[in-house]
């Protein structure tokens, strides 16, 4: 008959390792998202239309607006990089429509607090 003491250690073993092979897994893939910058606006006041240069390097941006009277606020996610991913060294162009015209309200990124200024297409 197997003693219990060393069937507990066991279990205890192979649920340490199952975790620490699960920690090691999410490093070097990534798990989840997390906010990313902007690094410039393109549009005009009489547009709904707002071009955002995400700092993502190929990693398909998710882009959200909550718009007020007075600002639109943008914030970029990105899938969360793990350690075998680029480093952000390059921008992807994210277009984003409005639900009315951005007019003289202000552009602000969310993640950095900034604001941005579009630039006339």
């Known amino acids: 008959m197997a003693d219990p003491e060393v069937?507990?250690?066991?279990?205890?073993?192979?649920?340490?390792?199952?975790?620490?092979?699960?920690?090691?897994?999410?490093?070097?893939?990534?798990?989840?998202?997390?906010?990313?910058?902007?690094?410039?606006?393109?549009?005009?006041?009489?547009?709904?239309?707002?071009?955002?240069?995400?700092?993502?390097?190929?990693?398909?941006p998710r882009v959200e607006v909550v718009e007020t009277e007075s600002q639109v606020s943008v914030s970029a996610f990105i899938r969360r990089p793990g350690l075998l991913d680029g480093r952000g060294d390059c921008l992807d162009l994210v277009r984003v429509t409005l639900d009315s015209e951005l007019g003289d309200r202000t552009v602000v990124d969310t993640a950095s607090g900034r604001q941005l200024v579009p630039q006339a297409e």
Do not use: M, W, Y
């Not at 092979?21 to 902007?38: D, K, M, N, Y």
């Open 7 to 60: 069937s507990k250690v066991k279990l205890a073993l192979g649920l340490v390792l199952g975790l620490a092979g699960a920690v090691f897994v999410a490093l070097l893939f990534g798990v989840g998202e997390q906010h990313t910058g902007i690094n410039g606006v393109g549009g005009r006041p009489d547009s709904t239309r707002l071009d955002l240069a995400v700092e993502s390097c190929n990693q398909s």
